[in-house]
């Protein structure tokens, strides 16, 4: 895997400067598969051409299982709608009250195996530069 070279990854922050993402609020985030690989299922069309359906694999309904599980890691979290697709999910989620608290993670870690154990392999070896540190920027400090 190559590591983010400012000079070749011409990516910009979409984040407001100077806003306080960890304070109260709803956040509609997208979390991508490393190298966009389908990971967690695929579109059905069939019949229904005007109404395609996401059909869940393993690692799908494990996405699932762990996104509606956040709010025992995290109580100031209320989850809304979101989909898994199958090379990302969207959800919405709402920060309510005083600041969550954010387990530390490892600088080295994708974060994802602090939350979830048994993942080693399923998602890849992501870097955390996309990690929750990019969701909420000052999270290590919560």
Avoid at 112 to 133: Q, R, Y
Wanted: hydrophobic share 40%; aromatic share 8%.
């Amino acid at each position: 895997m190559n590591k983010y070279n400012p000079n070749i990854h011409h990516r910009q922050s979409i984040r407001l400067k100077g806003y306080d993402y960890s304070q109260a609020g709803l956040y509609f985030i997208t979390i991508c598969c490393q190298n966009r690989a389908r990971l967690f299922g695929k579109i059905d069309v069939g019949a229904k051409i005007f109404s395609p359906q996401m059909i869940l694999n393993d690692a799908g309904k494990i996405a699932t299982e762990c996104w509606l599980n956040i709010p025992n890691h995290f109580p100031n979290v209320v989850l809304h709608e979101f989909i898994i697709m199958p090379n990302h999910i969207h959800g919405i989620v709402e920060l309510t009250g005083a600041k969550i608290f954010m387990p530390e993670i490892a600088p080295d870690s994708n974060g994802l195996h602090e939350i979830m154990p048994d993942s080693n392999g399923l998602f890849g070896n992501a870097p955390n530069s996309n990690g929750l540190n990019e969701i909420m920027p000052d999270s290590n400090g919560l």
